[in-house]
């Protein structure tokens, strides 16, 4: 049997403009006040982070198996959510990838990105996640 992962996080509440949530030796500030903050990533924005850096580290994983080269990646993400009742009905992304490789590399790439995201795949099974893979 393979054993399973696990995750924890704690968050709590500052103020009523502030929450903290802490991982390892990591502190990251929630943007939890009714008016928002323009210093902290509020939930939705959280949700987005995640997406990009399960798709960031996904790449870091399979480029050394596919010997694939790139000298940079950026992740852009646009996330559409509905009020009632309020949840996540899509989210689009574009992955731009520096590199040389050809476009069947670049694709293969892509599928990898896809096929092996914890947080992609999770998240392309609750709402839409479509997007695209673009040379720079």
Known sequence: MIPLLE????????SPDESRANCKESELILDTALAGRRDAFNPAELFLASIAACMLKGIERVAPMLQFSFRGVTVRLHGIRQDKPPKMLRVDYEITVET???????EL??????????ISNTVAAACILEGKIIRK
């Open 7 to 14: 995750y924890s996080v704690t968050a709590r509440r500052i």
């Open 100 to 106: 040389d490789e050809p476009d069947r590399r670049l």
């Open 109 to 118: 790439l892509h599928e990898n990105i896809r096929k092996f995201g914890t």
